[in-house]
């Protein structure tokens, strides 16, 4: 196997949220411990797209699929980090075009969100005519290292245009310090059922 690449967000009290909002902060809570002569354990309290997470349809479609339709098949296998952290503001088609970007492919947009732990309300998105081009293309999944894959956009154009398309989206990755390039992506997120997200983990496996 080759070198494992981590690329989730840490779950933490003081984490990057959307828009650092108060209530969107995961809380972690001591519920019993050893000095009430118990086993220790912890109850945690977070949002569904808090951190590294993937969305399903249901999120932005009426009616969409919910989260257990995206299947394993889908979020692992090959795919390819791109380095976009040239880009200002939002990424468009005449960004992604250089890329050669193929049919069933896994992309991962590297951009500055992944040089800062805070939410920068100015993080680089993808245009709706960016999600179009990667729609039309017909790739897999795309995956962002902002917390959104837009904002700014009335009717959430990208997300819609995606989900309707069948592309999954993942928000939340770390890859600062991941070169750009192909690697194996590995996405587990938790089996949850019936809702909108899920939080995942997700590794680069790299050739050594």
């Known amino acids: ?23 969107k902060k995961p809380r972690i809570t001591n519920v019993q411990n050893h000095d009430q002569g118990k086993p220790h354990e912890s109850r945690l309290d ?8 993937v969305d ?17 098949e889908q979020l692992c296998g090959p795919a390819r ?32 969100s992944s040089m800062t732990e805070q939410f920068d309300l100015e993080f ?7 999600a179009a081009y990667l729609a039309d293309i017909g790739i897999t999944l795309v995956a962002t290292d902002s917390l959104g894959i837009e904002r700014a956009q009335p009717e959430y154009p990208t997300h819609r245009t995606l989900m309707r398309a069948g592309v ?16 194996t992506l590995i996405l ?6 019936g809702i909108d997200a899920a939080p ?4 680069l496996l790299a050739e050594q």
């Not at 196997?1 to 990057?16: A, K």
């Not at 088609?93 to 951009?111: C, M, N, S, V, Y």
């Not at 680089?124 to 960016?130: K, M, Q, S, V």
């Open 124 to 130: 680089p998105f993808l245009r709706e005519d960016g």
């Open 46 to 53: 977070m949002d569904v797209h808090c951190g590294t997470h």
């Open 81 to 112: 980090v791109l380095d976009l952290t040239h880009v200002k503001g939002y990424i468009t088609k005449e960004d992604l075009e250089p890329f050669a970007i193929q049919r069933g492919e896994r992309i991962l947009f590297k951009t500055s």
């Open 188 to 193: 587990a997120p938790l089996k949850l059922t």
């Open 1 to 23: 196997m080759g070198r494992i690449i981590d690329i989730s967000m840490t779950i933490e009290e003081g984490m990057q949220v959307w828009k650092s909002y108060e209530h």
């Open 200 to 203: 995942a983990r997700a590794f």
């Open 168 to 183: 999954i989206i993942v928000e939340g990755l770390r890859l600062k310090h991941v070169e750009a390039g192909p690697y």
């Open 56 to 72: 399903a349809p249901l999120h932005m479609l009426a009616g969409g699929d919910t989260i257990e339709t995206v299947t394993l």
